[in-house]
């Protein structure tokens, strides 16, 4: 290597290494954890969704398993779908507090309904599995 090269990388890994040294403050980092951060609420949203479509899906399977159970389950299901749908349509409307809480309250109230439908169809088709043998 001649000795212009060797200066001239040596004066280059010195300027990196200084560089590298400096707070600076980087707003792009900022914009990155909003982006990040909006990712994540979407992915949260999005596998919420896919539960409430799994739960549709298992109710319908309860329509040939226990019909009179699905009944019940079902104008449970469809009362609490359409209170979430109007409460959707005031929710912009009240303080972050009352957001938060009805928020968590329909999500609640969601999960243990569809625990409760799990649940069903599970020890429906146990039992037809034990009446099978």
Same mark, same amino acid.
Do not use: V, W
């Given at each position: 290597m001649t000795r212009t090269a060797y200066c001239l990388t040596a004066t280059l890994l010195l300027a990196m290494t200084l560089t590298g040294c400096q707070k600076v403050k980087r707003p792009v980092t900022a914009v990155n954890k %909003?982006?990040?951060?909006?990712? %994540?609420?979407?992915?949260?949203?999005?596998?919420?969704?896919?539960? %409430?479509?799994?739960?549709?899906?298992?109710?319908?399977?309860?329509?040939?398993?226990?019909?009179?159970?699905?009944?019940?389950?079902?104008?449970e299901f469809d009362t609490l779908m359409s209170g979430a749908a109007q409460y959707a349509g005031v929710r912009s409307s009240v303080t972050m507090g009352t957001q938060e809480t009805v928020d968590a309250l329909y999500r609640y109230r969601i999960s243990r309904t569809c625990a409760d439908i799990s649940a069903t169809m599970?020890?429906?088709?146990?039992?037809?599995?034990?009446? %099978?043998?």
């Open positions: %909003i982006g990040a951060t909006e990712t %994540i609420e979407q992915d949260k949203k999005q596998r919420e969704a896919e539960r %409430i479509q799994q739960c549709q899906h298992e109710l319908e399977a309860m329509r040939n398993m226990d019909p009179e159970k699905y009944k019940k389950f079902k104008l599970m020890t429906s088709l146990a039992d037809r599995g034990e009446r %099978i043998q």
